[in-house]
């Protein structure tokens, strides 16, 4: 069964850094990435990374402040929020898919994560 577990999630204060954790469970993925929905949003994306973590593809929102990185040894990807703003705040969730391609397309990630809430005070 494949499972995909965020955590690392919480409130902190705008200028603080969090880092997000999704561990796989089940099988292995060529891509992953993090997406996230705040309230009354469509879910956008944030970030992907190839298998060997040589590419990596970030939204212009997040790009400068935030980092993907992925341990295939434990099969986890993490993302690293440096500089948090107030527009950060959403639930933030992980992606896996067997394409090579880095998308930013929802519909082309095959399995999600339940989600981590990030809430960014001022």
């Known amino acids: 069964q494949v499972q995909l577990v965020e955590s690392g999630g919480g409130l902190v204060q705008a200028g603080d850094s969090l880092r997000l954790s999704c561990a796989a469970s089940?099988?292995?993925?060529?891509?992953m990435g993090w997406f996230r929905q705040a309230p009354g949003k469509e879910r956008e994306f944030v970030a992907a990374i190839s298998w060997s973590g040589g590419n990596t593809y970030y939204a212009d929102s997040v790009k400068g402040r935030f980092t993907i990185s992925r341990d295939n040894a434990k099969n986890t990807v993490y993302l690293q929020m440096n500089s948090l703003k107030r527009e950060d705040t959403a639930v933030y969730y992980c992606a896996a898919t067997t394409s090579l391609i880095l998308t930013p397309a929802p519909s082309r990630y095959n399995y999600w994560g339940q989600g981590t809430q990030v809430t960014v005070s001022s």
């Open positions: 089940g099988r292995t993925f060529n891509t």
